[in-house]
């Protein structure tokens, strides 16, 4: 089943309802959980400790919360450039103490919110000299550093928590640590940063200091290989998370950047509409959807082993 389909099945559903519950799928398939709608343009999302949805409403200019049942209990921000107000929003991070950290690109400057959503303070970031222009945000151990796509540097740029810079790597190039046009980015629980090379079709990992440690996946059309990424999450376990926004594939590659499984529904690939933000957690997949505004979720399961196999 793809998320076309599962569009069309929506048909007859109450619109006041914001989470759509479908039935489990059998052992070893992926359970098509959820889906929630009526979002323009969502580009990123991530997913607070009570289970909250924080999602990227790129086109409407704010961002959208909903709780763990999938109930939208607020949103932040409106089109503008005055204090608490987005334009054209593309990466959000979450902060330890509940921060809510905005790459607001359209405004070139990343806005700041506090865990109950009142806006606390926004700012420009200059990293050598030249004015960065915010793509995607993840926030390091303790929210003392920010880590930030910078889309026309092709690099990223490390400031703290009031925007002051720290350091930064990356230029644009095809060898290992050079970037052409860095788009999502995300932190594992070790610290290690991953960032998505569009252009190169690939996933950078590297430590927080920039050191270069894994390239995952190369150009291609076979599993293991990308044609326009543009989403990364990684687990608890360190299983990796790449979405295909061309291809509308999500791959799953194992912490040593191997290829492990395509996101499935009962064998066949799973294909969502421009998947751009993911996250996981609890089991579960996030995958916002860009044009067809919406956020699906799913609950990834790997093929189980064939006997025999270690």
Request: hydrophobic share 40%.
């Amino acid at each position: 089943m793809t998320c076309r389909k599962r569009s069309e099945r929506r048909a007859g559903v109450a619109a006041a309802s914001l989470l759509f519950t479908f039935a489990a799928a059998a052992a070893g398939e992926t359970n098509l959980a959820a889906e929630l709608d009526w979002l323009s343009m969502p580009s990123d999302i991530a997913i607070g400790e009570s289970g909250q949805s924080f999602v990227v409403d790129s086109g409407n200019a704010q961002i959208a919360i909903f709780d763990a049942e999938g109930n939208k209990t607020l949103t932040l921000g409106m089109f503008g450039s005055e204090d608490g107000q987005l334009a054209g929003p593309l990466g959000i991070g979450l902060g330890d103490n509940g921060d809510i950290y905005v790459a607001d690109r359209g405004n070139g400057r990343i806005v700041m919110f506090d865990a109950k959503g009142r806006a606390r303070s926004h700012f420009k970031i200059e990293a050598e000299g030249e004015d960065v222009v915010p793509i995607d945000i993840a926030v390091g151990s303790k929210g003392k550093e920010l880590f930030v796509t910078d889309n026309t540097g092709h690099r990223v740029v490390v400031v703290d928590s009031r925007g002051r810079f720290l350091r930064a790597w990356g230029d644009e190039g095809e060898d290992d640590g050079q970037f052409r046009y860095p788009a999502t980015i995300d932190i594992d629980a070790a610290g290690n940063v991953y960032v998505v090379d569009v252009l190169n079709a690939r996933v950078q990992k590297f430590d927080a200091m920039g050191t270069h440690l894994l390239t995952i996946g190369e150009r291609g059309g076979k599993p293991g290989t990308f044609y326009r990424p543009k989403g990364v999450a990684v687990d608890r376990a360190g299983n990796i998370y790449i979405g295909d926004s061309f291809l509308g594939a999500v791959q799953v590659f194992t912490p040593d950047g191997e290829f492990h499984y395509v996101i499935n529904d009962g064998g066949d690939t799973l294909v969502f509409e421009t998947p751009v933000g993911l996250a996981v957690s609890e089991g579960k997949l996030f995958v916002a959807e860009m044009l067809p505004g919406r956020v699906s979720i799913v609950e990834p399961a790997p093929p189980p082993q064939e006997e025999g196999a270690e």
